[in-house]
């Protein structure tokens, strides 16, 4: 009788994640794997520990024999899942640009426009300041960064850098530099984000007010055509991947200070594995326009091929995390699994 009420104790106490794990792995049975959430995928270990352990105890203390063999069965059937062949390098590449990363963009996709909106609220500031007082630019466009390029430069030397021709040693040096500075910007975001997302909030803004700074210089000048076509091919996929990072920022931050049903730890830990899968997909990214800004920008000088790139580049995206990024669509007879 004794052992009967351990049984009940342990089957009241502990069912809930039993049934929970139950629907996770009918869930990975049918679609895969790769079509549980990030928190899913996250909670499978977890749930399938906390039924080893129930497993144990039902061992040692239950005379209900089908109770031990339905852990027995779950735990089993939760082993294949977690620990089950591992996938070679080339097909997890794959799978990590055909789903984790899509879907992972997908599932953040209102933090990604909370970071958007900073850096374009940024670059309003920036252009509508500078456009009233020029003199405002030095300050907010680094040295570095602005090449020469100031408010008392003439309007046939802004034009130049815009159609340029380097030669191809300093084209190779201005790529690697390039991608070399967004993806340090790129992981400042996301490291910034333990510090409750604010100075990845400020970050966002002050890229965006530099980017308006510019845009006012060139618009003083008669520019404004030129220089966006000049931005746009190498600048859609570069600001893209700012704003994804921006994004895993935020989501660090919002995980530290609205932890929810998780401790702090267990919600940093959680969204962490989330914003790191944004930041490695950003590297390549990053890559991409560096190699667009290094090379394609300065060596085709048509406006007309610049603002196709630019319109091939948006389209590409879009519909890359549009497509690739939606979850399959769940039956009726799905919901309550």
Known sequence: MKDTLKSYQLRREREAGWRELETLLARADRRGLRRLSSEELYRLPLLHRSALSSLSVARSISLDRNLV?????????????????????????????????????WELR???????????LGGLCGYLLTLRDPDLYYGFVPDALAEGRN??????????????????????????????????????CFTLGVAAGVPVALLLFSNGVMLGAFGALYTRADLTGPFWLWVLPHGVTELLAVVLCGAAGLRLGASLVFPGRHSRIDSLA????????????????????????????????????????????????????G??????????????A
């Not at 399959?328 to 007879?333: A, G, L, S």
């Open 69 to 105: 063999e339905y852990l027995e069965n779950l735990c089993a059937r939760a082993h294949i899942h977690v620990y089950g062949g591992k996938a070679t390098y080339g097909a997890t590449l794959r799978r990590f640009f055909i789903t984790t990363f899509p879907r992972t963009v």
């Open 270 to 321: 959680l969204e962490g594995r989330t914003a790191a899968a944004i930041v490695m997909g950003c590297i390549a990214l990053f890559l991409v326009a560096g190699v667009i800004e290094g090379y394609f920008r300065q060596l085709v000088h048509r406006d007309a091929v610049r603002l196709a790139v630019a319109v091939a580049t948006a389209l590409f995206w879009l519909l890359y995390f």
């Open 323 to 336: 497509i690739l990024g939606r979850p399959e669509r769940v039956e009726p007879w799905e919901e309550g």
């Open 151 to 188: 408010p008392t430069s003439t309007r046939e030397e802004l034009r130049e850098v815009l159609y340029m021709e380097p030669e191809g040693q300093r084209l190779s040096g201005f790529a690697g530099f390039l991608f070399t500075h967004n993806a340090q910007i790129g992981l400042l």
């Open 110 to 120: 209102r933090t990604v426009a909370v970071s958007a909106l900073l850096m374009i």
